[in-house]
């Protein structure tokens, strides 16, 4: 079955410094990888996908997420966290017609 | 303004009572999903359709119902079948039909049990 996995509910940073944010999925056949973030009490907004060509895409606000196949990893980076990126995370894998979410990753940023 | 809109933003359920939850789009998207969300659950699919009078159960369909009868609009009914519904529910929407399309999310309602 098509799965994917957060394996950290809560990440903390100090602002400045680059983070990371884990994804790991389970898939059968090619992967289509999502990053969304939630902003408390809201609905989830798009930052980047994955589905095919270069394993380092570029999204939203700065994000990035490296494409790792013999990992089966998808994880959301940052060069340099803003306190404003603190929010929770989800990363999502498509199968059929539908998403597929991961429980979520807190992200704390500290000034 | 193109976008999704849900409401109630908060509502509140009896025992026994069946309720309501609107998702209206004007994106014109194909596609309209239900998700619920639980502290540390993360989003788990109720219910999706993928074109008008047409859905599929979810993850999680049990106690829930919808209808698409406008391509517009896919309302989710809580059941009294549901015996623990309280959880922020999300609706979204795509094109429909691309493997690779995102999904637009509305700002989710917040059901309580009175």
């Known amino acids: 079955a098509q799965s994917v996995a957060q394996p950290e509910d809560q990440v903390n940073v100090a602002e400045g410094n680059p983070l990371t944010v884990k994804c790991t999925y389970s898939?059968?056949?090619?992967?289509?990888l999502f990053w969304y973030v939630q902003y408390p009490n809201r609905g989830l907004q798009f930052l980047l996908k994955?589905?095919?060509?270069?394993?380092l895409v570029k999204g939203s606000y700065g994000f990035e997420a490296e494409f790792n196949k013999s990992q089966t990893s998808f994880h959301l980076k940052k060069p340099s966290a803003l306190v404003s990126d603190s929010a929770l995370y989800f990363c999502?894998?498509?199968?059929?017609?539908?998403?597929?979410f991961g429980q979520g990753t807190e992200l704390s940023v500290k000034p | 303004d193109g976008g999704i809109t849900q409401s109630p933003k908060y509502l509140f359920r009896k025992e026994g009572q069946n309720v309501t939850l609107s998702c209206e789009q004007n994106?014109?998207?194909?596609?309209m999903y239900w998700y619920r969300q639980d502290p540390g659950q993360g989003l788990r699919l109720i219910y999706y359709s993928q074109i008008v009078n047409d859905f599929q159960k979810g993850d999680i369909a049990e106690g829930y119902s919808v209808s698409r009868e406008k391509k517009e609009s896919f309302p989710l009914t809580v059941t009294s079948a549901q015996k623990n519904p309280t959880a922020f529910y999300l609706c979204?929407?795509?094109?429909?039909?691309?493997?690779?399309?995102?999904?637009?999310f509305g700002s989710g309602t917040q059901l309580s049990v009175l």
């Open positions: 979204a929407s795509s094109m429909g039909g691309t493997i690779g399309e995102k999904l637009f």
């Open positions: 999502a894998v498509r199968t059929g017609g539908k998403l597929i």
């Open positions: 898939v059968s056949g090619n992967p289509y």
């Open positions: 994106l014109n998207h194909d596609a």
């Open positions: 994955y589905i095919t060509g270069d394993n």
